[in-house]
């Protein structure tokens, strides 16, 4: 008897175990919670926590870098869901990226404004520029690889984009996970020397992706 169209269909699909509603969505979260757990473990034994990260947690310096870093990291995960699968136009959302750029030059800008020329120097530099952006690149490398272990199932196909968002969340996560042990207050500052260490997570993610990610 021959076999119809329907047949084979019923054939090739009856064994087919059915996917979790959400197994992207907490495959993703499983990853990020993961590297990010291994980002916090290395920053406490290589860095340590700001001797009163607990009264700094109430200033609003410290929520101007969280809130910085978070909605980044928020929004080039979003990027990341988006380029990592197959045939997605790499850049269509890309440009929701500069929202929170945007709105820390804003601030840095009413910053400089608003403080005597002699301070600026002081309040671009902080105290820790010189090791910053290179301990945030740092900090990226456990989140990266728990969101190279998530987005690997989503078969992406512009290898080097998925990369360099998914840089850029690592970066953006990390910079979060460091602001518990930066002693820095000014939004200069953190425009500068956190966006660099991101940044240069991002270049990273868009060089090691085409061959992490390979499917």
Known sequence: MAMTTEDLIGKLSGDVTPVAANAVERR?????????????????????????????????????KWAYTLSLGLLALAVTSHVARPDAPALKRAWILAAPV????????WELATTPVAGWKAMWLGVSWQECSLRVTLLAAPVFAGMLWSFRQ????????????????????????????????SATFVLTWYSLGMLLASVFGALLGPKLLRW
């Open 154 to 185: 989503l078969a992406p196909t512009n290898l080097a984009a998925a990369g360099a968002a998914a840089g850029l969340a690592s970066g953006a996560f990390a910079a979060t996970i460091y602001c518990l042990h930066c002693p820095e207050v």
């Open 28 to 64: 993703v979260i499983a990853g990020i919670a993961m590297g990010a757990g291994g980002s916090l473990v290395v920053m406490s034994a290589w860095l340590g926590f700001r001797a009163d990260w607990p009264e700094a947690m109430l200033t609003a310096a410290f929520w101007m």
């Open 102 to 109: 945007a709105a820390l030059a804003l601030l840095a800008g």
